[in-house]
């Protein structure tokens, strides 16, 4: 069995856009146009034998449900028959209470998760949910990466079509980590080791001045200005489709019309839209 299809559901940080209690200008711009507003990164994949499987869930699942049946040509929302969770932060988690009885009532959903993820969850009381391990359903594979795991650990995932791959690395805190762990001397080697043809990555920063007031290595994440310093210019027959997601509402990216998204274009990258659809 392999996948089908993928269809980016959500490329904002676990708050969104706009975040709660924030008045930055991204914030305000979305609060006012809701064309402007992005939510939490989650994927929905479509599987070979029809099921249906949602990686993240997130506050907005609602909205991303329908986003998911819209690009699929759908009149009626997505129903997850299995969920996935990279790692344990909030945006991430935040809306697997919505399958309890308060919401939609699915009691036994399989959920693909680590044993430290599980571990967590079960403590938590979330039984709604059947744990399967990570190596449960073919051709989605886990791969840990560093992060600041304060409870669990986290991982990428790898969907594999019959003709296509795409990796999905929404959180780690470096490129060198990342390499390092995965003995690779770089991005390009490491994804095509995987022979990846679209990756969405970690672009959850612009730069390290991007908070004010707040020590951002507590909070490590590669700056997309220096994910495109290792990657340079896009070589359009041997490099991958890489996308960036998984935006902080302070990344100026998140603004398509700004001069920062123009320098990840004209590099030949771009920033992943909230609806688009692979087919693997």
């Known amino acids: 069995m392999v996948v089908r299809s993928v269809v980016v559901l959500g490329t904002a940080q676990d708050g969104g856009l706009p975040q709660a209690g924030c008045p930055c200008r991204l914030c305000c711009l979305a609060q006012a146009d809701p064309r402007r507003r992005r939510t ?14 949602l990686i993240e869930a997130t506050k907005s699942l609602a909205h991303q449900l329908w986003t998911w049946a819209d690009a699929l040509g759908g009149d009626k929302p997505v129903m997850p028959d299995v969920v996935a969770i990279t790692h344990l932060h909030l945006g ?19 959920l693909v998760a680590s044993p430290a993820v599980h571990e967590v969850l ?6 709604v949910f059947r744990p399967l391990g990570l190596d449960a359903v073919p051709g989605v594979q886990f791969i840990q990466v560093p992060h600041r795991d304060e409870h669990g650990d986290t991982h990428a995932v790898l ?7 795409l990796l999905f690395l929404p959180d780690h805190d ?9 003995v690779a001397r770089d991005i390009r080697s490491w994804l095509a080791h995987l022979k990846v043809d679209v990756a ?6 612009w730069d390290g001045d991007e908070l004010p007031g707040r020590d951002m290595s507590l909070i490590p994440h590669p700056t997309i200005s220096e994910s495109l310093g290792l990657l340079d210019e896009r070589d359009d027959v041997t490099d991958p489709d890489i996308a960036f ?15 920062e998204a123009a320098k ?9 839209r909230e609806g688009e659809l692979h087919r693997l």
């Open 40 to 53: 939490p990164v989650a994927l929905g994949v479509e599987l070979e034998d029809g099921r249906n499987l």
């Open 92 to 110: 991430h988690i935040e809306g697997l209470g919505q399958f309890g009885n308060e919401v939609m009532g699915r009691h036994g959903t399989p």
């Open 122 to 127: 079960e403590r938590r009381e979330m039984a």
């Open 159 to 165: 969907l594999s079509g019959r003709e296509r791959k």
């Open 174 to 182: 470096t490129w060198g980590g990342t390499l390092t762990a995965h």
């Open 200 to 205: 969405l990555i970690d672009g959850t920063f």
């Open 245 to 259: 997601l998984h935006l902080n509402c302070t990344n100026p990216c998140g603004d398509p019309e700004s001069n």
């Open 264 to 272: 990840v274009t004209d590099l030949g990258w771009r920033v992943a």
